[in-house]
Protein backbone atom coordinates (compact mmCIF):
# COMPACT_ATOMS: atom_id res chain seq x y z
CA UNK A 1 0.00 0.00 0.00
CA UNK A 2 1.47 3.48 -0.90
CA UNK A 3 2.21 5.58 2.15
CA UNK A 4 0.00 7.78 3.27
CA UNK A 5 0.40 10.57 6.06
CA UNK A 6 -1.19 10.79 9.25
CA UNK A 7 -3.75 13.55 8.13
CA UNK A 8 -5.03 11.54 5.31
CA UNK A 9 -5.70 8.32 8.16
CA UNK A 10 -7.91 10.07 10.00
CA UNK A 11 -9.98 11.05 7.09
CA UNK A 12 -10.16 7.18 6.13
CA UNK A 13 -10.49 5.69 9.11
CA UNK A 14 -13.74 7.03 10.21
CA UNK A 15 -14.80 6.96 6.75
CA UNK A 16 -14.49 2.82 6.92
CA UNK A 17 -15.94 2.53 10.04
CA UNK A 18 -18.99 4.23 8.81
CA UNK A 19 -19.05 1.83 6.03
CA UNK A 20 -19.14 -1.18 8.18
CA UNK A 21 -21.70 0.26 11.08
CA UNK A 22 -24.36 0.79 7.73
CA UNK A 23 -23.24 -2.20 6.88
CA UNK A 24 -24.19 -4.30 9.63
CA UNK A 25 -27.65 -2.18 9.41
CA UNK A 26 -28.69 -3.14 6.18
CA UNK A 27 -26.71 -6.47 5.50
CA UNK A 28 -24.07 -7.36 7.47
CA UNK A 29 -23.25 -10.58 5.53
CA UNK A 30 -23.26 -8.68 2.11
CA UNK A 31 -20.77 -5.65 3.68
CA UNK A 32 -18.16 -7.94 5.42
CA UNK A 33 -15.51 -8.83 3.25
CA UNK A 34 -13.74 -9.95 6.46
CA UNK A 35 -13.69 -13.61 6.41
CA UNK A 36 -14.15 -13.55 10.20
CA UNK A 37 -17.12 -11.89 10.43
CA UNK A 38 -20.08 -14.06 11.60
CA UNK A 39 -23.79 -13.84 10.49
CA UNK A 40 -26.53 -13.04 12.45
CA UNK A 41 -29.31 -15.60 12.54
CA UNK A 42 -32.40 -15.37 14.24
CA UNK A 43 -34.50 -18.58 14.34
CA UNK A 44 -38.63 -18.70 15.49
CA UNK A 45 -37.54 -21.62 18.35
CA UNK A 46 -35.22 -23.71 19.52
CA UNK A 47 -35.10 -26.62 17.16
CA UNK A 48 -34.29 -24.29 14.34
CA UNK A 49 -31.68 -22.80 16.62
CA UNK A 50 -29.68 -25.82 17.23
CA UNK A 51 -29.82 -27.04 13.48
CA UNK A 52 -28.46 -23.84 12.41
CA UNK A 53 -26.23 -24.23 15.00
CA UNK A 54 -24.67 -27.71 13.44
CA UNK A 55 -24.46 -26.31 9.85
CA UNK A 56 -23.62 -22.81 11.02
CA UNK A 57 -21.06 -23.22 13.67
CA UNK A 58 -18.75 -20.26 14.42
CA UNK A 59 -19.85 -18.72 10.86
CA UNK A 60 -23.29 -17.56 12.28
CA UNK A 61 -24.46 -15.99 15.51
CA UNK A 62 -27.21 -17.85 16.36
CA UNK A 63 -30.47 -17.04 18.48
CA UNK A 64 -34.09 -18.40 19.22
CA UNK A 65 -37.33 -15.57 19.57
CA UNK A 66 -38.99 -18.95 21.41
CA UNK A 67 -36.89 -19.62 24.12
CA UNK A 68 -36.78 -23.84 24.93
CA UNK A 69 -39.17 -24.63 27.23
CA UNK A 70 -41.55 -22.49 26.20
CA UNK A 71 -45.27 -22.91 23.79
CA UNK A 72 -44.26 -21.38 20.53
CA UNK A 73 -48.27 -21.47 19.68
CA UNK A 74 -49.04 -19.45 22.39
CA UNK A 75 -45.86 -17.34 22.38
CA UNK A 76 -46.16 -12.93 22.21
CA UNK A 77 -43.14 -11.45 20.93
CA UNK A 78 -41.97 -8.72 23.30
CA UNK A 79 -39.88 -5.24 22.22
CA UNK A 80 -36.58 -7.16 22.68
CA UNK A 81 -37.75 -9.59 20.00
CA UNK A 82 -38.28 -6.70 17.37
CA UNK A 83 -34.83 -5.38 18.45
CA UNK A 84 -33.26 -8.42 17.56
CA UNK A 85 -35.21 -9.67 14.37
CA UNK A 86 -34.28 -5.50 13.18
CA UNK A 87 -30.59 -6.22 13.63
CA UNK A 88 -30.50 -10.11 12.02
CA UNK A 89 -28.99 -10.93 8.59
CA UNK A 90 -30.71 -14.03 8.38
CA UNK A 91 -34.22 -15.24 9.79
CA UNK A 92 -34.84 -19.23 9.65
CA UNK A 93 -38.80 -19.64 10.17
CA UNK A 94 -40.64 -23.21 10.51
CA UNK A 95 -43.51 -21.91 8.26
CA UNK A 96 -46.77 -23.87 7.76
CA UNK A 97 -48.65 -21.56 9.60
CA UNK A 98 -46.52 -22.84 13.27
CA UNK A 99 -45.77 -18.84 14.14
CA UNK A 100 -48.69 -17.66 13.71
CA UNK A 101 -47.31 -14.07 15.67
CA UNK A 102 -44.63 -14.21 13.20
CA UNK A 103 -45.92 -11.47 10.17
CA UNK A 104 -46.76 -9.10 12.98
CA UNK A 105 -42.97 -9.36 14.39
CA UNK A 106 -41.45 -9.04 10.82
CA UNK A 107 -43.42 -6.05 9.92
CA UNK A 108 -42.82 -4.38 13.35
CA UNK A 109 -38.70 -5.18 12.82
CA UNK A 110 -38.56 -4.02 9.56
CA UNK A 111 -36.73 -6.80 9.02
CA UNK A 112 -34.91 -6.76 5.26
CA UNK A 113 -33.02 -9.95 5.28
CA UNK A 114 -32.76 -13.47 4.03
CA UNK A 115 -35.42 -15.16 5.11
CA UNK A 116 -35.41 -19.39 5.37
CA UNK A 117 -38.61 -21.48 5.69
CA UNK A 118 -37.07 -24.91 7.09
CA UNK A 119 -39.71 -27.30 5.99
CA UNK A 120 -40.15 -25.80 2.30
CA UNK A 121 -39.12 -28.88 0.98
CA UNK A 122 -40.25 -31.56 3.73
CA UNK A 123 -43.25 -33.87 2.70
CA UNK A 124 -46.24 -32.83 4.37
CA UNK A 125 -49.23 -34.07 6.36
CA UNK A 126 -52.60 -32.90 6.31
CA UNK A 127 -54.22 -31.95 9.86
CA UNK A 128 -56.28 -34.35 10.38
CA UNK A 129 -55.70 -34.86 13.74
CA UNK A 130 -57.42 -35.90 16.44
CA UNK A 131 -59.08 -36.97 19.15
CA UNK A 132 -60.37 -39.89 17.52
CA UNK A 133 -57.84 -41.68 15.79
CA UNK A 134 -58.11 -44.07 12.97
CA UNK A 135 -55.97 -47.12 13.49
CA UNK A 136 -53.81 -48.46 10.41
CA UNK A 137 -55.74 -51.11 9.18
CA UNK A 138 -59.61 -49.89 10.37
CA UNK A 139 -59.80 -48.28 6.60
CA UNK A 140 -57.88 -47.88 3.77
CA UNK A 141 -55.15 -45.20 4.20
CA UNK A 142 -52.90 -43.87 1.77
CA UNK A 143 -49.47 -45.37 1.44
CA UNK A 144 -46.56 -42.85 1.22
CA UNK A 145 -43.79 -42.79 -1.04
CA UNK A 146 -42.03 -44.43 2.11
CA UNK A 147 -44.28 -47.26 2.15
CA UNK A 148 -45.89 -46.45 5.67
CA UNK A 149 -49.61 -45.96 5.98
CA UNK A 150 -50.51 -42.14 6.31
CA UNK A 151 -52.62 -42.45 10.02
CA UNK A 152 -55.41 -39.66 8.77
CA UNK A 153 -57.34 -39.12 11.44
CA UNK A 154 -60.82 -38.13 12.90
CA UNK A 155 -61.11 -34.39 12.23
CA UNK A 156 -60.82 -31.67 15.21
CA UNK A 157 -60.75 -28.25 15.06
CA UNK A 158 -56.86 -26.18 14.49
CA UNK A 159 -55.79 -22.98 14.20
CA UNK A 160 -52.51 -24.01 11.43
CA UNK A 161 -55.00 -24.58 8.69
CA UNK A 162 -54.52 -27.51 6.33
CA UNK A 163 -50.91 -28.64 7.09
CA UNK A 164 -50.09 -30.03 9.71
CA UNK A 165 -46.75 -27.86 11.17
CA UNK A 166 -44.68 -30.27 13.51
CA UNK A 167 -42.93 -31.49 10.39
CA UNK A 168 -39.53 -32.27 12.13
CA UNK A 169 -41.05 -34.87 14.12
CA UNK A 170 -39.91 -37.07 11.32
CA UNK A 171 -36.21 -37.29 10.95
CA UNK A 172 -36.44 -37.51 7.41
CA UNK A 173 -38.39 -33.75 6.92
CA UNK A 174 -35.52 -32.87 9.81
CA UNK A 175 -32.88 -33.68 6.93
CA UNK A 176 -34.99 -31.64 4.56
CA UNK A 177 -34.63 -28.98 7.08
CA UNK A 178 -31.18 -29.33 7.17
CA UNK A 179 -31.19 -28.91 3.42
CA UNK A 180 -33.00 -25.74 3.44
CA UNK A 181 -31.18 -24.46 5.78
CA UNK A 182 -27.78 -24.58 4.36
CA UNK A 183 -29.12 -23.46 0.98
CA UNK A 184 -30.40 -20.12 2.81
CA UNK A 185 -27.15 -19.84 4.77
CA UNK A 186 -25.35 -20.51 1.64
CA UNK A 187 -27.22 -17.84 -0.57
CA UNK A 188 -27.01 -15.12 2.69
CA UNK A 189 -23.41 -15.62 3.07
CA UNK A 190 -21.27 -17.02 0.24
CA UNK A 191 -17.72 -17.06 1.05
CA UNK A 192 -18.35 -19.42 3.27
CA UNK A 193 -21.44 -21.51 1.18
CA UNK A 194 -18.82 -24.88 0.89
CA UNK A 195 -18.06 -24.89 4.48
CA UNK A 196 -21.94 -25.18 5.15
CA UNK A 197 -22.88 -27.94 2.78
CA UNK A 198 -19.92 -29.62 4.10
CA UNK A 199 -21.52 -29.61 7.64
CA UNK A 200 -24.71 -30.10 6.57
CA UNK A 201 -23.63 -32.91 5.18
CA UNK A 202 -22.39 -34.47 7.83
CA UNK A 203 -25.37 -33.85 9.74
CA UNK A 204 -27.44 -35.21 7.14
CA UNK A 205 -25.74 -38.58 7.30
CA UNK A 206 -26.17 -38.38 11.64
CA UNK A 207 -30.10 -38.27 10.29
CA UNK A 208 -30.17 -41.15 8.56
CA UNK A 209 -28.30 -42.86 10.93
CA UNK A 210 -30.76 -41.60 13.84
CA UNK A 211 -33.86 -42.39 11.32
CA UNK A 212 -32.64 -46.01 10.50
CA UNK A 213 -32.36 -46.23 13.96
CA UNK A 214 -35.89 -44.72 15.13
CA UNK A 215 -37.83 -47.14 12.50
CA UNK A 216 -35.59 -50.66 13.40
CA UNK A 217 -36.22 -50.08 17.26
CA UNK A 218 -40.01 -48.97 16.86
CA UNK A 219 -40.71 -52.33 14.25
CA UNK A 220 -39.77 -54.47 17.37
CA UNK A 221 -43.16 -53.39 19.14
CA UNK A 222 -46.22 -55.21 18.29
CA UNK A 223 -48.75 -52.58 16.50
CA UNK A 224 -51.36 -53.04 19.77
CA UNK A 225 -48.50 -51.84 21.85
CA UNK A 226 -47.81 -48.78 20.12
CA UNK A 227 -50.76 -46.54 21.34
CA UNK A 228 -49.97 -43.45 22.96
CA UNK A 229 -51.96 -40.69 24.62
CA UNK A 230 -50.44 -37.44 24.65
CA UNK A 231 -51.47 -33.81 25.60
CA UNK A 232 -51.43 -31.39 22.27
CA UNK A 233 -51.33 -32.92 18.65
CA UNK A 234 -47.84 -32.55 17.32
CA UNK A 235 -46.61 -35.99 17.08
CA UNK A 236 -48.82 -36.98 13.47
CA UNK A 237 -45.29 -36.93 11.66
CA UNK A 238 -43.74 -39.09 13.79
CA UNK A 239 -46.72 -41.66 14.03
CA UNK A 240 -46.36 -41.21 10.15
CA UNK A 241 -42.82 -42.13 10.29
CA UNK A 242 -42.52 -44.35 13.28
CA UNK A 243 -45.54 -45.96 13.42
CA UNK A 244 -46.98 -45.14 16.28
CA UNK A 245 -50.14 -44.29 17.12
CA UNK A 246 -50.62 -40.61 19.12
CA UNK A 247 -54.34 -39.78 20.79
CA UNK A 248 -53.98 -36.44 21.62
CA UNK A 249 -56.32 -34.47 24.41
CA UNK A 250 -56.03 -31.23 22.77
CA UNK A 251 -55.43 -29.74 19.16
CA UNK A 252 -52.62 -28.67 17.11
CA UNK A 253 -51.84 -25.77 18.99
CA UNK A 254 -51.95 -27.46 22.84
CA UNK A 255 -54.69 -24.76 24.20
CA UNK A 256 -57.70 -26.48 22.92
CA UNK A 257 -60.25 -27.12 26.40
CA UNK A 258 -60.62 -30.29 26.81
CA UNK A 259 -65.06 -30.73 27.74
CA UNK A 260 -65.85 -32.52 30.95
CA UNK A 261 -68.05 -35.26 28.24
CA UNK A 262 -64.47 -35.32 26.04
CA UNK A 263 -62.39 -36.51 28.85
CA UNK A 264 -65.04 -38.74 29.73
CA UNK A 265 -64.91 -40.32 26.72
CA UNK A 266 -61.02 -40.73 26.78
CA UNK A 267 -61.19 -41.97 29.97
CA UNK A 268 -63.63 -45.21 28.25
CA UNK A 269 -61.16 -45.38 24.81
CA UNK A 270 -57.92 -45.55 27.52
CA UNK A 271 -59.30 -48.22 29.40
CA UNK A 272 -61.21 -49.72 26.60
CA UNK A 273 -58.44 -49.86 23.91
CA UNK A 274 -55.79 -51.09 25.81
CA UNK A 275 -53.74 -47.63 26.04
CA UNK A 276 -49.98 -48.42 25.88
CA UNK A 277 -49.05 -45.10 28.16
CA UNK A 278 -49.71 -41.84 28.84
CA UNK A 279 -47.03 -38.76 28.34
CA UNK A 280 -47.07 -35.14 29.20
CA UNK A 281 -45.45 -32.80 26.97
CA UNK A 282 -43.19 -29.82 27.60
CA UNK A 283 -44.63 -26.60 27.15
CA UNK A 284 -48.08 -27.80 26.30
CA UNK A 285 -50.79 -28.06 28.77
CA UNK A 286 -50.45 -31.04 30.94
CA UNK A 287 -53.29 -31.05 33.30
CA UNK A 288 -55.67 -33.20 31.27
CA UNK A 289 -53.26 -35.59 31.06
CA UNK A 290 -52.65 -36.09 34.49
CA UNK A 291 -55.88 -36.17 35.25
CA UNK A 292 -56.78 -39.15 32.39
CA UNK A 293 -53.61 -41.36 33.90
CA UNK A 294 -55.08 -40.85 37.48
CA UNK A 295 -59.02 -41.49 36.23
CA UNK A 296 -57.77 -44.91 34.24
CA UNK A 297 -54.98 -45.96 36.02
CA UNK A 298 -52.69 -45.96 32.43
CA UNK A 299 -49.19 -46.27 32.44
CA UNK A 300 -47.93 -42.89 32.48
CA UNK A 301 -44.26 -42.39 30.28
CA UNK A 302 -42.98 -38.76 31.51
CA UNK A 303 -42.45 -36.11 28.98
CA UNK A 304 -42.00 -35.78 25.48
CA UNK A 305 -40.70 -32.93 23.66
CA UNK A 306 -42.67 -31.92 20.75
CA UNK A 307 -42.06 -27.62 19.75
CA UNK A 308 -39.40 -27.22 22.17
CA UNK A 309 -36.02 -28.66 23.30
CA UNK A 310 -35.06 -29.13 26.71
CA UNK A 311 -33.08 -26.49 28.76
CA UNK A 312 -29.33 -27.10 27.79
CA UNK A 313 -27.36 -29.68 29.68
CA UNK A 314 -30.53 -31.92 29.39
CA UNK A 315 -30.80 -35.49 26.94
CA UNK A 316 -33.01 -33.12 24.93
CA UNK A 317 -31.40 -30.09 24.61
CA UNK A 318 -30.35 -30.33 21.23
CA UNK A 319 -33.12 -31.96 17.56
CA UNK A 320 -31.26 -35.25 17.72
CA UNK A 321 -31.07 -35.62 21.37
CA UNK A 322 -34.84 -34.84 21.61
CA UNK A 323 -35.46 -37.52 19.18
CA UNK A 324 -33.69 -40.33 20.88
CA UNK A 325 -35.16 -38.97 24.34
CA UNK A 326 -38.35 -39.16 22.96
CA UNK A 327 -37.79 -42.50 21.33
CA UNK A 328 -36.52 -44.25 24.19
CA UNK A 329 -39.14 -42.81 26.57
CA UNK A 330 -42.07 -44.24 24.01
CA UNK A 331 -39.66 -47.70 23.99
CA UNK A 332 -39.54 -47.88 27.25
CA UNK A 333 -43.29 -47.62 27.80
CA UNK A 334 -44.04 -49.83 25.39
CA UNK A 335 -41.57 -52.73 26.29
CA UNK A 336 -43.12 -52.61 30.23
CA UNK A 337 -46.33 -53.11 28.28
CA UNK A 338 -45.30 -55.65 26.27
CA UNK A 339 -43.15 -57.73 28.92
CA UNK A 340 -46.06 -57.29 31.27
CA UNK A 341 -44.50 -55.47 34.03
CA UNK A 342 -46.77 -54.05 36.55
CA UNK A 343 -47.46 -50.53 36.25
ZN1 LIG B 1 -47.28 -27.73 18.40
Do not use: C
Not at 155 to 177: F, L
Not at 217 to 230: N, Q, S, V
Not at 244 to 264: K, M, P, T, Y
Amino acid sequence: MRPTGSGTLKNIVPRVVAVLWLGTAVTAAQAAGADNHRITVVTTFSILADMVEHIGAEQVQVSSLVPPETDAHSFEPRPQDVKTLSQADVLVSNGLGFESWLPGLQQASGFKGDSIVASSQAQLLKAQHTVAPAYPGSRETPVDDHGHDDHLQAGHDHDHGAIDPHAWQDVRNGQQYVQAIARGLSKADPNHASLYQERAQAYTRELEQLDTELRSEFATIPADRRKIITSHDAFGYFARAYGVQFIAVAGLSGRAEVSARSLAGLVDRTRNEHITGIFVESGAGSQMVEQLARETGARVGGKLYADTLARPGQPADSYVGMMHWNASRLLQVMHAANDGTPR
